[in-house]
């Protein structure tokens, strides 16, 4: 006869492959059969069952006729213990294969305006051709880090505007494309010729486009390293609205040809190439180690890097 001998059992105790053999056991209700589907000997399951009989402190199957009986301790593990096993089944069987056409995911995206503005419409055409039932949703990048909401769920990708070192380092990183700047003004300015050379563009009332709200940008740093300096008069946010300031103002900026030549198409504006060589912002994705080998997340990344190519944005 066993006895329990112990208030509680702790799970670290307890060899899996006993639960095992004890499911199997509880199910056929006999030692040899159990045996077979385990692909054990007869008395290496004897064994086992004894093994169990002393983890548990109770006979578990005893010898009623012909047949083996489960105890009331056995009856009363035999449900949660499959359940628990089927459970853990599940969460070490290989991930089910993600199929976008039937999916019906959530995907929570976080960026600035600028990269809704070149990535989204072409995104969303995809979406709607191959994933109809994918839903997206875009959050502000803002200023702050985004580590902390991709490690919690609350974002599940962030596509990332400035240089690479920008991105931090506990986060997965792929660049997509950079970004080719040049000079806006508006038509008509009284201050630029036919060119716009270094002279006076550092003579001209600058405005900033600085999602992060830095008083200084790229431009600042290139002009520092030939001596000069610019006023910049206006910081704003976003890079939507700073081409209509220029439209209405003497002020220039810089920002990407994308962004110039569209708004060019129905504002007075003119393009140049900067006067000098600046560095080039790359527009980077950038996700959890949590979400790394997700199906899901994989195609979702894969689409975007694929919509970058046929945009001809990757460079």
């Avoid at 070490?92 to 990269?115: I, W």
């Avoid at 502000?140 to 380092?169: I, K």
């Avoid at 008069?233 to 103002?249: E, I, N, Q």
Wanted: proline residues 6%; contains cysteine.
């Amino acid at each position: 006869m066993y006895v329990t001998v112990m208030n509680s059992i702790h799970l670290k105790d307890v060899d899996m492959n006993l639960l095992v053999a004890l499911d199997v056991l509880l199910t056929v209700g006999s030692v040899s059969e159990a045996a077979r589907q385990v692909g054990l000997s007869q008395s290496a399951m004897s064994h086992t069952l004894g093994r169990l009989r002393e983890v548990f402190g109770d006979e578990l199957l005893v010898r009623s006729g012909r047949q083996m009986v489960p105890t009331e301790r056995a009856q009363e593990l035999a449900g949660p213990l499959k359940e628990a096993l089927e459970a853990l089944q599940v969460a070490v069987s290989p991930p089910e294969r993600f199929d976008p056409a039937s999916s019906a995911r959530v995907f929570r995206l976080a960026t600035n305006d600028y990269a809704q503005f070149v990535v989204l419409p072409p995104l969303i055409e995809r979406l709607e051709r191959e994933a109809p039932g994918v839903d997206l949703r875009v959050r502000e990048l803002g200023g702050s880090s985004p580590v902390e909401r991709l490690a919690t769920g609350a974002l599940d990708l962030v596509l990332t505007l400035g240089l690479p070192e920008h991105v931090p380092q506990t986060l997965y990183r792929k660049d997509l494309f950079q970004l080719d700047l040049v000079s806006v003004v508006r038509q008509g300015h009284p201050g630029v010729g036919k060119t716009l050379d270094l002279e006076t563009y550092c003579k001209l009332s600058h405005i900033l486009v600085s999602p992060r709200g830095d008083d200084e940008g790229v431009v600042d740093m290139t002009l520092a390293e030939h001596g000069r300096s610019r006023r910049v008069a206006v910081v704003v946010p976003h890079f939507m609205v700073a081409p209509h300031l220029v439209a209405a103002t003497d002020y220039v900026l810089t920002t990407s040809r994308s962004v110039a030549e569209s708004f060019a198409s129905f504002l007075p504006l003119r393009i140049f190439d900067p006067p000098v060589e600046l560095e080039r912002g790359t527009v980077s994705m950038a996700w959890h180690p949590r979400t790394h080998r997700s199906g899901a997340h994989k195609w979702l990344r894969r689409t975007i890097e694929e919509v970058a190519v046929a945009q001809g944005l990757r460079r």
